[in-house]
């Protein structure tokens, strides 16, 4: 830190020395200050004025998804207290003013790495607390997919999941031109199926993919950092479409994309979800049941129009999209709905001869790793911790514990799938998984003490998020701030939300 100190007393020196620059050419008269030089002196002021702002007391920020739904809505802008945790030091000093990590317009990064510190939080007026809406560096970003044509695009997907799709990709195509036969006879034996071919695909040549998987996600990650990327949000058969973008790039912490969500589990809680209920060390968790967004399959119901469903049911059939609306019409009959408790209680008084049937991914226990089908296991690699043999899905997730500071756990080829994160990317550490056991920094052991707390944290929209269901822990050096207040909001479709004009976030 006194590399930080040192760079910020010379600042004023490196900005008097330019002002007298300016002056030198532009001063009529000795002791006069010219125009230039006022809105000069003005604009400094306040470009730094608000750099010091943003950094460390609060800083604006804009919903761009619908993962917080009804908490939050798209057009929502917030303010972020950062005094709420202790505001963090930045990581990366060196960088323009006012914008996060590309510079608009010029798609440069916003950014240099010459000058680098460690992780360091000035002191906050509480911790978080259960319930509370927190904006964080995005844990899966420290590579990203760069593409800043897409700011809300490749940029903020899970690049460790795209990298598990485009694997998949390299392997379907290498199996299907080395298979001929293999593949000839699958369509003789499934021409007359009415089943998921694609999942009968998965079971019958699933495996091969399964045992060589690292080779493909090495494949995988050149193919990414080439600039090419073939993923489609799934590992179907099917030939996905090409994108062509900028390649691979390293974000430190501070410069990661900006995500919002729901605390929902604190340093040393024990987590579990079953049939989409949220249990906290054992017991059912307080949801914010009035906002939470849960999702249904209903039946025998006839709607009115979408003005009437809006107004009076505050449900909306199109936002961007089909399938990105509250409901939308299911193939055969019915409707799928993302209804809050209160919204579903209004339907169902409204139409008693409806049926709701909450829509649940099925779940798998295990005795043994046989008992996973070839499709189910990559179906695993979806979910955290991707791993084949761990069967979690938004539904349905198996109990576990937020590791805290200082805590010391036993690790084992069983477990090390939900720590490999922790220990290598967010803990620094080198990790190798070997025959005879675990090995860390090029020693061998049985034990891991964490060196942060760590969060979990998951949409209000708990059917349309990607969270800490998705790729895992938050760790403390991620933490932003508290959201505390919508300022301003903007429906894309509809205009100004007078309504939520400067409502606290609850």
């Known amino acids: 830190m006194g590399d930080h100190l040192a760079l910020f007393l010379t600042l004023p020196v490196i900005g008097h020395v330019l002002a007298l620059g300016i002056a030198a050419v532009t001063r009529h008269k000795p002791g006069e200050k010219t ?4 809105w000069g002196d003005s604009l400094m002021f306040a470009l730094i004025a608000a750099s010091i702002i943003r950094t460390y007391v609060f800083e604006p920020f804009q919903i761009p998804t619908g993962s917080m739904e009804k908490t939050l809505l798209v057009g929502d802008f917030l303010f972020v207290n950062k005094l709420a945790y202790g505001p963090k030091v930045p990581v990366t000093p060196l960088s323009y003013p006012l914008v996060h990590n590309t510079v608009p317009w010029v798609n440069i990064k916003s950014y240099t790495g010459l000058e680098t510190s460690d992780y360091t939080r000035m002191p906050g007026f509480t911790s978080i607390e259960p319930n509370d809406v927190v904006v964080f560096n995005y844990p899966s970003g420290d590579t990203a997919v760069y593409d800043p044509r897409m700011p809300n695009g490749l940029m903020g997907h899970d690049y460790h999941g795209i990298l598990i799709d485009e694997a998949f990709h390299f392997w379907n195509i290498d199996f299907r031109k080395n298979n001929p036969n293999k593949i000839e006879r699958f369509r003789e034996l499934v021409k007359d199926s009415t089943g998921d071919l694609d999942k009968i695909y998965l079971n019958t040549f699933g495996n091969d993919f399964i045992n060589s998987i690292e080779h493909w996600k090495s494949v995988a990650r050149k193919s990414l950092a080439s600039g090419v990327t073939f993923s489609r949000g799934g590992m179907s058969p099917k030939m996905p479409n090409k994108i062509e973008h900028y390649g691979l790039i390293y974000r430190p912490v501070d410069k990661r994309e900006n995500y919002i969500k729901r605390c929902v589990g604190v340093p040393g809680d024990f987590l579990e979800v079953k049939n989409s209920i949220l249990y906290i060390n054992d017991k059912p968790a307080e949801d914010p049941k009035e906002n939470q967004n849960l999702q249904y399959f209903v039946d025998s119901i006839n709607l009115p129009s979408g003005p009437v469903m809006v107004e009076k049911y505050g449900l909306e059939r199109n936002r961007g999209g089909v399938e990105r609306g509250d409901y939308y019409p299911m193939a055969n009959s019915g409707y799928v709905m993302n209804l809050t ?8 008084n409204a139409f008693p001869d409806a049926t709701f049937e909450l829509n649940l991914t099925p ?10 089908s070839a499709s189910q296991m990559i179906e695993n690699l979806r979910t955290f911790p991707k791993d084949p043999y761990i069967n979690n899905n938004i539904t349905n997730f198996q109990r576990f514990q937020i590791p805290f500071k200082g805590q010391t756990i036993k690790i084992n080829k069983e477990n090390i799938a939900w720590f490999r994160r922790i220990i290598s990317a967010y803990e620094g550490h080198s990790l190798a998984e070997k025959e005879d056991g675990i090995y860390i920094d090029g ?10 707390n760590y969060y979990w944290l998951m ?19 991620h933490v932003v701030g508290k959201a505390s207040m919508v300022w301003f909001s903007k429906d894309p479709i509809q205009g100004i939300r007078w309504e939520r004009l400067f409502n606290f976030i609850k």
């Not at 708990?462 to 998705?470: E, G, K, L, M, V």
């Open 443 to 452: 020693k061998k052991v049985t034990t891991y003490t964490f060196a942060m």
């Open 341 to 348: 408790l209160s919204q579903k209680k209004k339907l169902e």
């Open 459 to 477: 949409g209000d929209n708990r059917y349309n998020s990607a969270d800490s269901r998705i790729w895992g822990f938050v760790p403390e050096d």
């Open 363 to 372: 779940y798998f226990s295990k005795d043994s790793t046989d008992s996973f």
């Open 35 to 38: 125009k230039v030089k006022e």
